[in-house]
């Protein structure tokens, strides 16, 4: 019985071509390296999944960044300033 159970799942994640394509073409369309090309220029699947990584690689490091300079940046205002102030209402 969990044979079949677990067959019944798998098959309910797998996914049709038509499925991959689709959500490949989605990717594409949210990365800017390959948005940015020719439309008559044909990128793989595999090449789009890199480039998802990469990017969202990009995205952490960005946000690492800004979060540290947010620290430095209130960590160099008065607590009760009016800055301090803004930038509490900025990250609610």
Known sequence: MSNRRSRQSSSAL?????????????LCQ???EIRERRRSDKVSASKVL???CNYIRKLH???DNLSDRL????DAV?????EASVIRSLLM
């Not at 797998?14 to 989605?26: A, F, N, P, T, Y």
């Not at 620290?71 to 209130?74: K, V």
């Not at 008065?78 to 009016?82: A, G, I, N, Q, T």
């Open 30 to 32: 949210l990365l800017p």
């Open 14 to 26: 797998r996914i049709s071509d038509d499925q991959m394509i689709d959500l490949v073409s989605k």
């Open 50 to 52: 890199h480039e998802t």
């Open 71 to 74: 620290s430095q940046l209130l």
């Open 61 to 63: 490091r960005e946000v």
């Open 78 to 82: 008065d607590e009760d300033s009016h």
